[in-house]
Structure formats: structure tokens, C-alpha cells
């Protein structure tokens, strides 16, 4: 058994960023769990063709690890995986680092104030737990009927088969998220026919991405106030989209763009009138491409919108009775977000799971702690993401929350903290409020930032900024102090 002050869950963006921190507050007494065998959460998994971030890499970096020489705007995967795994040897923490150690069960044992952590490798102990897991780390895949008895190829984008040659083939694609619209015009030069099967259609917006010139990669080299400087700007360029979220009738102007950027690409009518959106933009995550619209345009793509009815061995039957012979089926299907696998293995304080307390619509304080639930920091946990920016400053804010913690501990004497269940109440309550009205909840779409319930507890409904000023600080007025253990 080892026990170790800070047990960390995870090494994507939030887990390197933990260690980061943790090394720099000299907390040396850590561990990073990583079920894989490598380090770099979504950047790791997710290798599909044309797989790139969204958001410019100037801003998707850790503020205190800066990177001079991203080659373009919007880094490419391969690349961000090489930065997360440069800021572990930058940081030192491939000491702390355990590999392949799958978590089976987190329980919070009450007599010990301590949290247990079965993992693949045996029992941890720690008396703080911090889930770095990513919302987005397990692929959802959809139970379509049938969809056992398909006899040919089958992957969702998260976990592409390299090995498996697209050359020639016919291919369909269900879905048309962040991650479809990066693939696909990729995939679609390669194979025989594409069939995209599209429940609902994305707004989408040119990306215009371009390559950073090595000239200006040594400018930010030499002088690292340059790039602060463009960083800041991307910033609050990226700041100014959340008021359209809170304020629909602002980003109507993008969504007139959206629609010359169809009629740009599309010249068939019919095609066009079936990739324009009925909802409101914003509603869905706003995606950006410069090539998706065009290669829907190919004569080798057909865009399906009659639902999926059942899967064949070597088909696709739709709603409208039309049977689509496929070689390989791509799911671009998404992730569980609100149904997070990690919640049903996290035990409290009365033995309850985290998926028990949350019931289907997840619930913290700062969407980082949990009353029930002491000594657990959640990164990325409920009304933590965003629409419109980084996800990586909401993790640097919930990283300075957390170290707040650790010092109100040690100052006070303290075996653990958790937050008072009426001040997370509050909180919630305040989410809703402050969702309602915004384009996620009025726009007229579904999607994966409502839960079951219909509520928004996956997006902060506000600016990074203020997210980041409620956060950062520690208030020890909002949570129960749980005493040391008499010995
Ligand atoms: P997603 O946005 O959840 O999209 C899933 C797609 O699958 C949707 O189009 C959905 O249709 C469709 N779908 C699900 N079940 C279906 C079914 N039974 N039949 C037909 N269609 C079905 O997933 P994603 O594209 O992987 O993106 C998830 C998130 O990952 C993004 O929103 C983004 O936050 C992140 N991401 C980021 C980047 C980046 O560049 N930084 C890249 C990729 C992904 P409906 O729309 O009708 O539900």
C-alpha cells in the first residue's frame, strides 16, 4: 500500500497541470494514476485523421508553460501531445508518474479521513483525491439496433484503427460533432463513398488556420512578452463570443456568416436546405472549417438525414427503408459527459457514489468540490466547460482552488474539507438561474451540455474571467473543516 498526500486521477491537461502546480508549492508527495500507458488524456486518444484543436494553441497551453513554436494557429494533435508530454520533464514529473494504473474504485474512508484508491496495481491511500479524468474520455457509442451483427469494420473517432486501410471503402459516418468535422474531409479523399449520417446538422464557421512562420516562432522565442501579448488578444477575442452565448441576438451576425459559408461551398439546393441548422448558433458547439462544407460538396459523399433504423452484417437500413452498403462504420458519436464513468467508482463520505448523489445531473460547488464527498477536487467537473474558449485557464483557476485548500489544511490542522451542502445549493441554484434564458437552454437543439434532467451542468454560463475570480481563491467560509483524527 503507498500513501501519499495527493492522489491525482489522470495525466491529460489537468493532471500535468496538478503536478505542475503541486511541485512548484513544494507538495512533493503526490502521485499521477494514468490508466494508459502514456500521458496526454484526449490529446493522446484521440488520433483521427485531421484532428486538431480548436481553439489557437497560443491560448490552449498552459499559461505557465508557454510554447514559442507552435507551427500553426490551430496546433495539430500530434503536436499538443508532444507539448503535454515536454511539460512533464519540464516540470519533473515523470517521478510521480504511475502508468497503466487503472482506478477501480475511490472510497472516502471516514475513520481514517483518507481516500482508499483501488487501483490495477493495488491499494493507494491519499488523503486529498483530485479526478483529473477528462469530461470527454470515455467514447460514447450508440446502441443501434443490430449494430452487433455488422460483419465489417467499426470505430469510434477516439479510438481510430490506424491499421485499418479506409483506401477504397465504403465508409459511413454517424454523427457531425467537433470531431466528425475534422475527420471527414480527410477521410472522404480517400475512400470509395462516404455516407454521412447526420441527425443534426452543425453551424459552422471558416477556421482560417494558418502556419506560424519560424521568424515570428523566434520573435516569441526571444521575447516572451510578444506572444503574452497575442495570447491576451486571442483571449479576449475569444471573451467577446460569451456574451453572444448569454445574449443571443448577438451572434445572429455569425450566424448570417454560417449561412454564406454553406451557400459558399454547397451549390445543390437540396444539400444545402439539409446542412443548415434549424436551431439557434450557439445551441450546439460552433464548429470551424475551412474544408468540411467543400468536401460534403464531392461526388463521392452522400448526406443521409433519415435516421438509422438498423444495422445489417454489411449495411446500414435508414428510417425510410433505404438499405446503404458499407464496409466500415466510424462513430463520431461523442462522449458520456453527464454520465461520466468515473462518477459511479467515487465513494463518500456515507458510502453513497457520486453518480448516486448526482442522480443524472452532476452537481459541485465551483463545479470542483462536492458536499458528501471530502477531500475530492474535481477538474473539469459540472458548469466547468465552455463553448467558446479554453478549457485549460478553468483548469488553472480549479488548480489554484485546490492549492488553497491544501494550505487552509495545513494551517488549520485540518484531516479535510468539503463544502457546506447549502452553500453548493446556492451555487446551483445560481447556475440555473444564469442558464436560463442562454442560447444552450433556448436555442431550440439538443445537446450534450444538457443533462437528462434538461438542466446545463456542463457549461459555465459566463466569462472565463469572472469563473476564474470566483475560483482561484479558497474561501474557508464555504466549507465544513473536518478535524485531524485523535491519535
Ligand atoms: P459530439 O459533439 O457529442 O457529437 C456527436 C455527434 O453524434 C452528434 O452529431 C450527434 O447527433 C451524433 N449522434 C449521436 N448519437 C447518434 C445516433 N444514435 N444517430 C445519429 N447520430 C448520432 O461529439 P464530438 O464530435 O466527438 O465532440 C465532442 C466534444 O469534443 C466537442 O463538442 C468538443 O468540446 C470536443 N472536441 C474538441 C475538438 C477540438 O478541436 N478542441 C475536436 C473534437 C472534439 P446530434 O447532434 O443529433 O445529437
Known amino acids: ?150 460483419a465489417g469494420k467499426a470505430m469510434h473517432s477516439a479510438r481510430w484503427d490506424h491499421g485499418y486501410d479506409l483506401r477504397g471503402k465504403r465508409v459511413a459516418v454517424i454523427g457531425t460533432g467537433a470531431s466528425a468535422n475534422q475527420f471527414l474531409p480527410v477521410i472522404q479523399r480517400e475512400v470509395q463513398r462516404l455516407l454521412l449520417f447526420q441527425r443534426t446538422p452543425a453551424w459552422v464557421l471558416p477556421r482560417h488556420d494558418r502556419t506560424i512562420a519560424p521568424a515570428l516562432q523566434r520573435i516569441y522565442r526571444a521575447f516572451p512578452p510578444a506572444q503574452r501579448l497575442v495570447r491576451g488578444l486571442v483571449y479576449l477575442t475569444r471573451e467577446a463570443l460569451a456574451v453572444g452565448f448569454l445574449q443571443p441576438w448577438i ?61 445489417h452484417a454489411h449495411s446500414i437500413v435508414d428510417a425510410a427503408g433505404t438499405e446503404h452498403e458499407v464496409d466500415c462504420i466510424v462513430f463520431g458519436t461523442g462522449f458520456h459527459v453527464t454520465d461520466l464513468p468515473f462518477a459511479r467508482q467515487v465513494r463518500g463520505r456515507e458510502g453513497r457514489t457520486l453518480a448516486a448523489a448526482w442522480a443524472g445531473s452532476p452537481k459541485a460547488y465551483l463545479g470542483t468540490t462536492v458536499a458528501g464527498f471530502p477531500n475530492l477536487f474535481l477538474l473539469l467537473g459540472p458548469n466547468t466547460g465552455t463553448g467558446h474558449t479554453s478549457v485549460v485557464t478553468m483548469i488553472e483557476s480549479q488548480v489554484d482552488h485546490l492549492l488553497g485548500a491544501l494550505r487552509h489544511l495545513d494551517t488549520q490542522n485540518l484531516a479535510a474539507v468539503e463544502p457546506r451542502a447549502e452553500v453548493q445549493a446556492d451555487f446551483v441554484r445560481e447556475m440555473d438561474r444564469r442558464s436560463e434564458g442562454t442560447v444552450w437552454t433556448s436555442g431550440g437543439c439538443e445537446s450534450w451540455y444538457l443533462d437528462r434532467t434538461g438542466r446545463n451542468s456542463t457549461l459555465w454560463p459566463g466569462f472565463t474571467f469572472s469563473f476564474k475570480r470566483r475560483v482561484e481563491r479558497f474561501d474557508p467560509a464555504d466549507y465544513r473543516g473536518i478535524p485531524e483524527r485523535r491519535r
Open 1 to 150: 500500500m503507498h500513501h501519499h498526500r495527493v492522489i491525482v486521477v489522470g495525466s491529460g491537461f489537468g493532471g500535468i497541470c496538478t503536478g505542475a502546480r503541486l511541485r512548484e508549492a513544494a507538495i512533493d508527495d503526490f502521485v499521477l494514476l494514468e490508466r494508459a500507458d502514456a500521458v496526454g488524456g484526449v490529446w493522446r486518444d484521440n488520433t483521427y485523421p485531421g484532428c486538431a484543436c480548436d481553439v489557437q494553441s497560443h491560448l490552449y497551453s498552459l499559461s505557465f508553460a508557454p510554447k514559442p513554436d507552435w507551427s500553426r494557429a490551430y496546433a495539430p494533435q500530434a503536436e499538443i501531445r508532444r507539448y503535454l508530454e515536454g511539460c512533464v520533464d519540464r516540470f519533473g514529473l515523470q517521478p510521480h508518474l504511475r502508468l497503466g494504473h487503472e482506478v477501480h474504485e475511490a472510497r472516502w474512508d471516514d475513520e481514517a479521513k483518507r481516500w482508499e484508491v483501488e487501483t490495477s496495481h493495488g491499494l493507494f491511500t491519499g488523503d486529498v483525491l483530485v479526478a483529473a479524468v477528462g469530461a470527454l474520455s470515455d467514447p460514447a457509442i450508440p446502441q443501434l439496433p443490430g449494430l452487433e451483427r455488422f
Open 251 to 311: 451572434l445572429r451576425r455569425a450566424q448570417r456568416l454560417a449561412t454564406r459559408n454553406i451557400a459558399r461551398s454547397i451549390g445543390d439546393p437540396a444539400l444545402r436546405e439539409k446542412l443548415t441548422p434549424r436551431y439557434r448558433m450557439g445551441c450546439k458547439r460552433i464548429l470551424l472549417s475551412d474544408d468540411y462544407y467543400p468536401a460534403l460538396a464531392q461526388p463521392n459523399v452522400e448526406v443521409v438525414t433519415d435516421a438509422i433504423r438498423e444495422i
